[in-house]
């Protein structure tokens, strides 16, 4: 049971870092080095935490872009 649950977290694991990178690919950053991704998400991590506004600011960005999707 142990490694059938072991295995399972591992799929979950995989299925949300596949599901992420598919976020930097919609974004347009594919071709970005990986030091300058990490930098932006470091960077945005640290503003939404210090600012409640860039958060939702933020955030409706990507809902537009998701929204984009559906048409």
């Known amino acids: 049971m142990r490694?059938?649950?072991q295995a399972?977290?591992?799929k979950?694991?995989?299925?949300?870092k596949i599901q992420l990178g598919g976020l930097i690919v919609k974004a347009?950053?594919?071709h970005e080095k990986r030091a300058l991704l990490l930098?932006?998400?470091i960077d945005g991590?640290?503003?939404i935490r210090a600012h409640e506004a860039e958060r939702k600011r933020l955030t409706a960005i990507?809902?537009?872009a998701f929204a984009d999707d559906s048409d």
Request: aromatic letters at 0%.
């Open 39 to 41: 930098g932006l998400l």
């Open 3 to 5: 490694q059938a649950s």
């Open 45 to 47: 991590a640290r503003r």
């Open 12 to 16: 979950k694991d995989t299925r949300e």
């Open 62 to 64: 990507g809902t537009e």
């Open 28 to 30: 347009g950053l594919r």
């Open 8 to 10: 399972q977290a591992r």
